[in-house]
């Protein structure tokens, strides 16, 4: 630490873990399957989900025998998003990191908050989309916040009739997700409508907009992913690997990474002017207010 955060002290951590297996991790036929596995909260993310999850499709990037990456959900939702309110939220926590950045810990105001996502968040997204083996998405339920950025580094979305997709955010005065492809995914007016408003999209909607490749019934979810899969493990693992870093290539081109890079930077604008505000980090919201809030407008 610096001198000017000389008397800080390390924020304590209080995080009680309901499970020592928060991903599921198997291969069968060339296609390895990741499965987050926190059902009873809705599978949302806290650190020791994220650093699972990057193990995980570590061992599937360096599996030669594996082809694809299917990951999904285990329980009736895909992912609530990040992890702001069960017993297991592990902000305070140190992890073995992934990336070039310092511990977050013990770093003073803004600097904390900065350091953790830049690893936990937008830099392990950006870690998987680089993955050289295509991963398909299967969504059902809700995908929400943190839920897209898992589904968007992926490259095929497979949904069920049943799922949506949300970024509820704006309600914390935050500019969306840190992994913000929002524009990129949709159209910018849908975009717009999509965060401004903060409703829920349909699968079929978002079928249509382009974000999600196929839709169908919850029941064939599961084979219809997997037939999928199986078909592309068919292909050969450079071919895969070429293909998809062209069209990744493609979307970076068109200013992918460069609008993350700008909205990440806001993003913790926002963060920094609600706690010099006092409202906190997340605005002067918990899990149980946003939960409120959305249960409320869905049945407006």
């Not at 398909?136 to 949506?164: K, N, P, T």
Request: one cysteine or more.
């Amino acid at each position: 630490m610096d001198d000017a955060a000389s008397e800080f002290v390390t924020r304590e951590d209080k995080a009680v873990y309901e499970t020592d297996q928060p991903v599921l991790y198997s291969v069968d036929n060339g296609i390895a399957t990741v499965t987050m596995n926190r059902p009873t909260f809705n599978n949302v993310q806290n650190s020791q989900m994220t650093y699972a999850l990057d193990a995980a499709l570590r061992k599937a990037t360096d599996d030669d025998s594996v082809k694809v990456i299917v990951l999904r959900g285990e329980g009736r939702h895909f992912s609530a998003g990040h992890d702001i309110g069960t017993p297991g939220r592990d902000i305070n926590k140190s992890f073995d990191r992934a990336h070039l950045w310092w511990d977050h810990t013990n770093k003073p105001g803004g600097e904390q908050l900065f350091a953790r996502e830049q690893e936990v968040y937008l830099g392990m997204c950006r870690r998987w989309r680089d993955i050289p083996k295509p991963m398909i998405a299967m969504v059902q339920g809700a995908c929400v916040a943190g839920g897209l950025m898992l589904a968007w580094v992926c490259d095929l979305i497979v949904a069920s009739d049943d799922a949506f997709f949300q970024d509820p955010v704006v309600r914390m005065g935050i500019p969306g997700v840190e992994y913000f492809a929002h524009a990129h995914e949709l159209h910018p007016r849908i975009a717009k409508e999509f965060l401004l408003l903060g409703e829920r999209m349909p699968a079929d909607r978002a079928y249509q907009m382009g974000m999600v490749n196929r839709v169908v019934p919850r029941a064939e979810l599961q084979d219809q992913v997997y037939a999928m899969a199986q078909r592309m493990a068919a292909q050969p693992r450079l071919g895969l690997a070429l293909t998809k870093m062209v069209v990744n290539k493609a979307e970076e081109l068109q200013g992918l990474r460069s609008t993350m890079d700008m909205a990440f930077g806001y993003h913790h604008f926002a963060h920094a002017h609600s706690q010099a505000m006092g409202m906190g980090q997340l605005g002067g919201q918990d899990a149980k207010s946003m939960v409120k809030a959305n249960k409320e407008e869905s049945k407006a």
